[in-house]
Nanobody
């Protein structure tokens, strides 16, 4: 399984970005899909996940600002990020899981700075 992430970039505080992750297989194939991030000097952390039965989980720091969704027509896992803060600066990684196996995308950089 290959994952292609896109949508990263630079934005000012308070701005918005939308990340998309396109798996090489159908998204219906996965049990859990999500986004993680790793800031400089920090460990990778969970941002948001969505399961095959639509259970959604967000990190406390992004609740109310980020929205994870699946687009079956486009076959993507998307992360809408609003009201971005400087502390959201990180490399964002797409992750999918099936039968206990994890697959990771290459990461896309998000920089929030004035």
């Amino acid at each position: 399984v290959q994952l292609q992430a896109s949508g990263g970039g630079s934005v000012q505080p308070g701005g918005s970005l939308r990340l998309s992750c396109a798996p090489s297989t159908g998204i219906f194939w996965f049990n859990v899909m999500g986004w993680y991030r790793q800031a400089p000097g920090k460990q990778r952390e969970l941002v948001a996940t969505i399961t095959d039965n639509e259970n959604i989980n967000y990190a406390y720091s992004v609740r109310g600002r980020f929205t994870i969704s699946r687009d079956y027509a486009k076959n993507t896992i998307d992360l809408q990020m609003n009201s971005l803060k400087s502390e959201d600066t990180a490399i964002y990684y797409c992750n999918v899981r099936r039968s206990g196996f994890d697959y990771w995308g290459q990461g896309t950089l998000v920089t929030v700075s004035s």
